[in-house]
């Protein structure tokens, strides 16, 4: 018996995200007394993983995966958690994660929960507890198959060192036909992308145009984060569709999320609840995003974004 | 082509949510049910494929009599006719079991889903459907173009899109993007009309046991009231001294 945990890396790199899944990992490898394998694919530094608790770490180096096909990683998945005899495995509820995660519960004939946000309270029955509600509400679920799936949220459990001397193997899956070809990756360059941003500035429709938005990105800019945006502006055109956060958008758990002239709808808060502080700078003291946000300036983005841009560059030259 | 599109019946977005029965269930008193948003996408580009090259459109749901009118909407936007499968939808990977068991006997080219309900958000029907059927999958569709057998699809990755190429037949989870927010149907009378005429097939479920339930539920706790501050200089202060994000 094991647990085993897909510690997911892009262009030889982990994901932060995979640091957070190995200490996850530890933390139920620990409660069910057993081994913590992490599985690696393309990665350069496999041993880092030996630093969040992985006690054996099984890298699978092969140039024809450079690039993410999901139908080839859940199959290495699915052999390596057969070949660990794992108990549970964990897999991010990154983009990626959640392309995978449904299909390696399909071929372990497992039950699957994704989303979760905690270390299990129970481990007999095995209990998580994950988002639903498009962040309205939470749910205890209980996972009953021999096997368990479980899809960790970002920013939900933390990065928990716990230093192990982990041992090392190659490890060579059969390649599954990839059935799904990639023929272009269009990204922007040079810019931090909303899932993986700590930090995410955000505008709304009270920014009144697309020629506003130099406020916007400088904002981010100085502040290393990435720039979101409500609903109705990717509607009207003036942001990419892709920006679009919020419960029919883009989800996002960042550390801190500013909102610069959006009122706060429902839908919009259901995607943006999962981040730890939200700031919210709106002219309206009405405006219901100050009944959600941690900290608010009521008052005109044209203004305050302006001086806020300003004092953090000085705030950044002096830390 | 022969698309099917897999409808799931949710919750309205502005829906307050509460629970029954000491927490355990979801109370369904006053909430209003729709299509998920993101399948009204995938629901929109199949009416595109019917239009301009011929294709036949199936709604499928998986759920009890109470989801028809979700069907019916469907069809009133345009399919042709629709499927009901009689069994309780407890956990996505049951869900796609239904499902397969459904199109194993019929032979759909196209399978096009959402890329997750906004109920439980689960994100499991489709990438669970696929692996059951063995047929391609895409995940996130931001783009779809057919050929023939051959697939074109856009993807949404981090921080950009992916172009992939793949065979029919194909499941595909949509969302926003797959087309514009403009081009979501919505009913005309004319259509509600004819939807009452459409065929509405309601066929039993298949033994299928769920290795996943929820227990209970919880609603976020209440949050403390928002700290107004009255200057950039205090906000930049509160956010590195006390809540520590810069
Ligand atoms: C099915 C459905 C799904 C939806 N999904 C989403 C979703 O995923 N994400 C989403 O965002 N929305 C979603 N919406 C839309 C949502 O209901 C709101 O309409 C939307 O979030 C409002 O966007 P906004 O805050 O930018 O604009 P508005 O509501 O117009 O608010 C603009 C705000 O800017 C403020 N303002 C104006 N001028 C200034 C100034 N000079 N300085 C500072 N503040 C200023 C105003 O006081 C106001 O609060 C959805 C709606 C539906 C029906
Ligand atoms: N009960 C259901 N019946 C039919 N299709 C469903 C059902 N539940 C989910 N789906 C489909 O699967 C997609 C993803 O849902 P989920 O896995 O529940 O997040 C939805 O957008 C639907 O297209």
Redesign the pocket.
């Known amino acids: 018996m094991s647990v085993l945990v897909f510690a997911e890396s892009s262009e030889g790199k982990f994901k932060k995200i995979a640091f957070e899944a190995v200490s996850y990992g530890k933390k139920i490898a620990q409660q069910l007394s057993t081994q913590l394998i992490a599985l690696t694919i393309n990665a350069e530094n496999a041993s880092e993983l030996s630093t969040y608790g992985a006690n054996k770490i099984i890298k699978v180096n092969n140039e024809t995966l450079s690039t993410f096909n999901a139908k080839v990683v859940s199959s290495i998945i699915a052999q390596a958690a057969t070949q660990e005899n794992a108990e549970v495995v964990i897999i991010d509820s990154s983009s990626n994660g959640l392309y995978v995660a449904p299909a390696v519960a399909t071929i372990l004939d497992a039950g699957y929960v994704s989303n979760v946000i905690e270390a299990p309270s129970n481990t007999s029955p095995f209990t998580v507890k994950r988002k639903t509600f498009s962040n309205k509400a939470f749910s205890h679920t209980e996972i009953s198959s021999a096997v368990k799936v479980i899809g960790l949220a970002k920013n939900s459990f933390g990065v928990v060192a716990s230093d192990e001397a982990a041992t090392e193997e190659d490890f060579s899956p059969e390649i599954a036909n990839s059935g799904v070809n990639s023929t272009a990756i269009n990204k922007n360059a040079g810019k931090v992308s909303i899932a993986d941003a700590d930090i995410v500035v955000s505008g709304?429709?009270?920014?009144?145009g697309p020629e506003n938005w130099n406020l916007i990105e400088d904002l981010a800019e100085v502040l290393g984060g990435a720039t979101a945006c409500?609903?109705?502006?990717s509607d009207l055109g003036w942001r990419p569709h892709n920006e679009?956060?919020?419960?029919?958008?883009k989800p996002v758990a960042s550390n801190l999320y500013i909102a610069?002239?959006?009122?706060?709808?429902?839908?919009?808060l259901?995607?943006v609840n999962a981040s730890k502080v939200k700031v919210v700078?709106?002219?309206?003291p009405e405006?219901p995003?100050f009944k959600a946000a941690e900290y608010g300036i009521v008052?005109?983005?044209?203004e305050v974004v302006p001086q806020l841009i300003e004092k953090l560059k000085e705030f950044n030259s002096k830390n | 082509m022969k698309i099917l599109v897999c409808i799931s019946h949710v919750p309205d977005?502005?829906s307050k949510i509460n629970f029954t029965a000491e927490n355990a269930e979801f109370d369904s008193n006053g909430v209003q049910f729709v299509i998920n948003?993101y399948d009204e996408f995938s629901l929109a580009r199949a009416m595109w494929f019917k239009e301009k090259q011929g294709a036949s459109v199936t709604v499928i749901t998986v759920g009890d009599a109470s989801t028809e009118p979700s069907l019916r909407k469907s069809l009133a936007i345009g399919a042709d006719d629709a499927i009901r499968i009689d069994a309780q939808a407890t956990d996505g990977i049951t869900v796609a079991k239904q499902l397969a068991e459904v199109i194993k006997s019929n032979a759909y080219d196209l399978i096009l889903t959402g890329r997750e309900s906004i109920d439980y958000n689960g994100a499991t029907v489709p990438g669970a459907l696929a692996t059951l059927l063995d047929y391609n999958f895409i995940n996130a569709c931001v783009g779809l173009e057919i050929e023939g057998t051959s697939v074109t699809a856009s993807k949404e990755i981090d921080g950009g899109t992916e172009t992939l190429g793949t065979e029919l037949p194909a499941v595909i989870a949509g969302q926003k993007g797959l087309v514009e927010e403009k081009d979501l149907r919505i009913p005309n009378m004319r259509g509600i009309m004819m939807a009452r005429k459409k065929p509405l097939q309601v066929l039993p479920g298949i033994e299928a046991t769920s290795s996943t339930k929820d227990v209970s539920f919880e609603k976020p706790a209440e949050k403390s009231a928002c700290k107004i501050v009255t200057s950039v200089d205090e906000l930049i202060d509160v956010l590195h001294n006390e809540a520590k994000v810069i």
């Not at chain 1, 709304?204 to 009144?208: A, H, T």
């Not at chain 1, 610069?260 to 919009?268: E, L, P, R």
């Not at chain 1, 008052?299 to 044209?302: E, S």
Request: charged fraction near 15%.
């Open positions: 709304g429709r009270g920014l009144k409500s609903k109705p502006v679009h956060v919020g419960q029919t958008g610069i002239g959006i009122s706060g709808a429902i839908q919009h259901a995607g700078i709106n002219i309206d405006a995003f008052g005109d983005a044209f | 977005t502005t948003p």
